[in-house]
């Protein structure tokens, strides 16, 4: 007969591993894209989230930023109106995300004596802390506003100086926001999903990114996800082994890999396969000096400081891809458009024989894969994303599962389940959808009546019906045509 002490044991860890967790929670999604932002007449790229509380109490009077991830950084930040006088970053004034008057939030309590959890001492902000009120921003439809989550008494960081952009969203494994999404179970628990997209200035691209909370987009990522474990002792806690690194020139279709002794003889013998972390806090990849040299061999690099951040730029004016082998096989690509932009630089940066700095996948890299981490298992899951024509179709990231990517229907089945208005409406409103199935998620179909469908095509006489077939790309508030300060009300009008 079971002793007492196993029922006793049996229940505590039956409450551990069920009870702990209501995968039932629904995520909460905020896309990354460029937008109007408090007290700046740029448009800045970013994750849509607003602070503080003004003297009407509602959304209307709150500060909107946009805020760049970290997976370091474990606070929420906002840069302070005086950031910029004290900062090196370049350009400053335009890409601070936003400014952030604490004075003028009636929410914001000060912390005095507060102690910062984050570590990573080249890349840290300086200032002080409190808490306020934090307002996630959903966003899909540009004619049905945002919805806002609101996390009242958050802790905040008020940067007053530094070198980095300084309006944050802290995703370290102390991750304030995390804790108290999770703690006051507005999410299922301490997960989060990434995709940074390519629409900034660094990356030259045009796909937007997103914010997954306690879920992660499955139609934002193909294939099944590969698994690897957090190292949280690290300032960046997720890290990845490359065991190869392979160009391949897309006129010859020929392969010649960066670790190979026979076309690159300066090595005495075929180099380990190396650890290298993955980071938002710069855009290149920093490699080991030897596949770095190599690098320059195969396209014919130069040095080049264009971006300031010693991206390599190629003289050869050859279209070529990079893969990236990590140790148990998946394969990232970086296309040729990636590998070498219209001006020639690369996503590779120089490294130094004697630098012995640790070994880094930027936002180059994440923006070729999808990012889900599970801080309650210390796990994190990559897969290929879906860049562009996707789906928005969040889903609860219930901790120590692994995600799975939405399975998409054939364009007769689309209409068969007679999901076409929803695609419609997606694409004719040029709204902020989307994706059929989306739709649904948020009831819009539901919502809609004929009315209003009719009266979004009357606006769109040039609706392209042809676009039936694709998916529909997500097209969030267009940026108007207008001078700026009309800009500012259209893109507040939201
Ligand atoms: C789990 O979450 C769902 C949705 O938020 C809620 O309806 C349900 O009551 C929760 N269950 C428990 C056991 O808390
Ligand atoms: C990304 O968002 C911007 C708004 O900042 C929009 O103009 C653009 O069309 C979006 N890109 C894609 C590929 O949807
Ligand atoms: C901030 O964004 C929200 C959501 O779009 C909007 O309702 C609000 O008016 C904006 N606040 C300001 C001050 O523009
Ligand atoms: C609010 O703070 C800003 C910047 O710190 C300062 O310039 C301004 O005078 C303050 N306003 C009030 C009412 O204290
Ligand atoms: C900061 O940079 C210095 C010099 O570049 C390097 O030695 C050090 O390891 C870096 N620290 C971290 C935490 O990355
Ligand atoms: C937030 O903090 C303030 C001041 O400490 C307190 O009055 C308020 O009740 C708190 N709100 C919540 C939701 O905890
Ligand atoms: C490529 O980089 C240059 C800087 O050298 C930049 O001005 C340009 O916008 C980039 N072009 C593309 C297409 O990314
Ligand atoms: C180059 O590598 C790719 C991917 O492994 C492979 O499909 C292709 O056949 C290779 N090309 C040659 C010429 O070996
Ligand atoms: C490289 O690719 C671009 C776009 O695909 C093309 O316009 C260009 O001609 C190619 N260059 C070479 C040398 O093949």
């Known amino acids: 007969m079971p002793s007492l002490a196993f029922f006793v044991s049996a229940t505590v860890l039956f409450a551990q591993s069920t009870v702990a967790f209501n995968c039932s929670t629904k995520p909460v999604y905020v896309d990354i894209h460029k937008r109007a932002v ?6 800045q790229y970013g994750s849509f989230i607003g602070v503080g509380t003004g003297e009407t109490a509602s959304a209307t009077s709150a500060q909107n930023h946009s805020l760049w991830p970290s997976l370091s950084q474990n606070y929420m930040s906002f840069g302070a109106h005086s950031y910029c006088q004290k900062s090196t970053l370049s350009k400053c004034a335009d890409s ?17 004596d507060f102690k910062t959890l984050d570590a990573d001492s080249n890349n840290t902000l300086e200032g002080y802390f409190g808490q306020d009120t934090l307002r996630l921003y959903t966003h899909f439809f540009e004619t049905d506003g945002a919805s ?8 905040i960081e008020v940067a007053t100086s530094g070198a980095i952009v300084p309006g944050r969203v802290g995703m370290g494994p102390s991750s304030t926001l995390l804790q108290d999404l999770a ?13 940074i997209g390519q629409g900034f200035d660094r990356a030259g691209g045009k796909v937007n990114g997103s914010n997954v909370f306690g879920g992660y987009d499955s139609g934002r990522f193909t294939g099944i996800p590969h698994q690897y474990p957090m190292n949280i ?26 670790f190979d002794t026979k076309d690159f003889p300066d090595m005495k013998s075929a180099p380990q396969t190396f650890e290298a972390q993955i980071t938002t806090e710069q855009f290149p990849l920093s490699l080991p000096y030897q596949i770095t040299q190599n690098f320059i061999k195969a396209l014919n690099g130069q040095k080049d400081n264009y971006w300031g951040d010693n991206s390599l730029k190629l003289a050869q004016n050859h279209n070529a891809t990079l893969s990236i082998v990590l140790e148990d096989g998946f394969t990232v690509t970086f296309p040729p458009e990636v590998l070498r932009n219209a001006s020639n630089i690369t996503p590779i940066q120089n490294r130094d024989e004697d630098d012995n700095t ?29 860049q562009k024509n996707n789906m928005v179709m969040p889903v609860t990231f219930c901790p120590k599962s692994t995600p799975e990517a939405y399975e998409r229907p054939k364009q007769n089945q ?12 997606g694409v004719i409103g040029g709204l902020g959808c989307i994706g059929a199935l989306y739709c649904l998620y948020v009831s819009w179909l539901r919502k809609s009546d004929e009315r209003r469908l009719k ?26 045509t207008k001078s700026v300060k009309e800009k500012v009300m259209f893109w507040k009008k939201g």
Not at 38 to 43: A, M
Not at 148 to 155: A, F, G, H, I, Y
Not at 186 to 192: H, L
Not at 457 to 475: C, F, G, I
């Open 38 to 43: 408090h007290d700046s007449p740029v448009f």
């Open 96 to 112: 601070t995300g936003g400014f952030y008057s604490s004075n003028q939030s009636t929410t914001f309590i000060e912390y005095k």
């Open 148 to 155: 806002q989550t609101l996390v009242e008494n958050s802790t």
């Open 183 to 195: 703690g006051r179970e507005m999410i299922a628990g301490k997960t989060y999903s990434l995709y």
């Open 233 to 258: 002792n690290n300032v960046n806690p997720m890290s990845v082994r490359i065991k190869d690194i392979v160009i391949t020139n897309t006129m010859s279709g020929t392969n010649q890999s960066l």
């Open 358 to 386: 640790p070994f880094l996948l930027g936002s180059a890299f994440l923006g070729q894969v999808y990012l889900m981490a599970d801080y309650d298992s210390n796990n994190f899951f990559l897969a290929e994303a879906v």
């Open 414 to 425: 689309w209409q068969s389940q007679g999901l076409i208005g929803a695609v419609i409406g």
């Open 455 to 480: 009266r979004d095509l009357a606006r769109n006489e040039a609706a392209k019906l042809e676009q039936m077939d694709v998916e529909p790309a997500p097209s969030f508030e267009g940026p108007p």
